[in-house]
Each structure stands twice: as C-alpha cells, then as structure tokens.
C-alpha cells in the first residue's frame, strides 16, 4: 500500500466540502428519495476527481466546487428544532436557581 500525497488536513477539507454539499441538497429537497439521487450524482462528481494528484488541477477543482456551492447556496436553510436558531431552540428554559427578586435589598 503505497502512502496517500495528502495530508489529513487536505482529507478534512474534502470530506467537509463533500457534507457542505450533501446539506445545501438537503436543504432544497424535502423528500428523501429525491435528495438520495442527488446525493449520489454529488459523490460520483467526487469519485470522478478522486484520481487528480495535480495540485494546481486540484486548486481548480475545489475552486470551482466552492464557487458553485456558494451559488446554490440555499437562502433559507434547515435547522434542526433543538438546534440554535430552531424552532424550540431555548423554547423550555429550566427556571433560574437564585431568587427571582431579592426582597432584603429592598427594606
């Protein structure tokens, strides 16, 4: 097994640019047999440039691939409910531990 020319930081940078890509997907089709088909498009795209070693053919390619995700970049995203900017995000606080109103400042 020969090493990879990559280094991990290369390795998370794709494998984030590919999950950007599948959410923005997600976010503009509801259905999820529709998105699988997407999603499989997405990572043929993907396993199509796996081959590339040039750095500069790289370069472009990510270029590119960032270029296109920030122009179909979806204007209203899904968030999941529980999640900050949700729906129920911070819907149900627990009430504050310490008095409310402090009664002895007040005499």
């Known amino acids: ?42 990572r ?20 590119k691939a960032e270029a296109d995700l920030a122009h179909k970049r979806h204007p209203d995203p899904y968030i999941p409910a529980m999640f900050p900017g949700g729906t129920k995000w911070e819907r149900n606080l627990p009430p504050p531990l310490g008095p409310i109103f402090d009664h002895e400042a007040h005499h």
């Open 1 to 42: 097994m020969s090493a990879s020319p990559f280094t991990a930081a290369h390795r998370r940078y794709v494998k984030s640019l590919y999950k950007r890509i599948l959410v923005n997907e997600r976010n503009w089709v509801v259905r999820y047999d529709l998105w699988r088909a997407r999603a499989v498009a997405v």
């Open 44 to 63: 043929a795209e993907f396993e199509r440039n796996r081959d590339v070693s040039d750095p500069r053919a790289l370069a472009a390619i990510f270029e």
